[in-house]
T-cell receptor
Framework: KAGVTQTPRYLIKTRGQQVTLSCSPI?????VSWYQQTPGQGLQFLFE???????NKGNFPGRFSGRQFSNSRSEMNVSTLELGDSALYLC??????????????FGPGTRLTVL | EDQVTQSPEALRLQEGESSSLNCSYT??????LFWYRQDPGKGPEFLFT???AGEEKEKERLKATLTKKESFLHITAPKPEDSATYLC???????????FGKGTRLSVIA
């Protein structure tokens, strides 16, 4: 079974620009979560989508947004980029149903550098 | 707020020198504890899920155990290829799927 894929793997942007990252979950998984990883803060939860609906949201500004499509693929968007947005963005998928906790499987990440 | 604390932050071992990594958590109604391994620049790789106190799981040189307040990842006779950052995570009782510890950076020297 193919794992979680993320594109692109690397991105370099300048302040003020916007960026869109893509994630394809494991086949059959309906839950997709996004995390931001930085050396200082570690892994921090951004949001989770399940069946095209945002089910949970972390404590990030509104510049961070996402969506999920009917085939469970997900995108996240960051507008008006700031230097502090430089990070590894990770996508994880699971077959998690409401109320249960299932294993999340991570993709390789997208390394975003903001100059 | 639910917390996950891992110790030590970094650990340097000689090849073959066994040791343990600790993950302590404060969450009401634990619904699972997850261990991941992460290599530099890569996504976390799933290792184990533990659901109840007393549960143990093994994989090659790794063994994870769980009590009501903490989990241990025991590494027996480690090899250089075991060098990585080991992360533990628990589902938050609030609104986030997983809350991660900061990780333990393990270096195994030949």
């Amino acid at each position: 079974k193919a794992g979680v894929t993320q594109t692109p793997r690397y991105l370099i942007k300048t302040r003020g620009q916007q960026v869109t990252l893509s994630c394809s979950p494991i086949s059959g998984h309906r839950s997709v979560s996004w995390y931001q990883q930085t050396p200082g803060q570690g892994l921090q939860f951004l949001f989770e989508y399940f069946s095209e609906t945002q089910r949970n949201k972390g404590n990030f500004p509104g510049r961070f947004s996402g969506r999920q499509f009917s085939n469970s693929r997900s995108e996240m968007n960051v507008s008006t980029l700031e230097l502090g947005d430089s990070a590894l963005y990770l996508c994880a998928s699971s077959s998690q149903l409401a109320g249960l906790t299932d294993t999340q499987y991570f993709g390789p990440g997208t390394r975003l550098t903001v100059l | 707020e639910d917390q996950v604390t891992q110790s030590p932050e970094a650990l340097r071992l000689q090849e073959g020198e066994s040791s343990s990594l600790n993950c302590s958590y404060t969450v009401s109604g634990l619904r699972g504890l997850f261990w991941y391994r992460q290599d530099p620049g890569k996504g976390p790789e799933f290792l184990f899920t533990l659901y109840s106190a007393g549960e143990e799981k093994e994989k090659e040189r790794l063994k994870a155990t769980l009590t009501k307040k903490e989990s241990f990842l025991h590494i027996t006779a480690p090899k250089p290829e075991d060098s990585a950052t080991y992360l533990c995570a628990v589902p938050n009782s609030g609104n986030t799927p997983l809350v991660f510890g900061k990780g333990t950076r393990l270096s195994v020297i030949a």
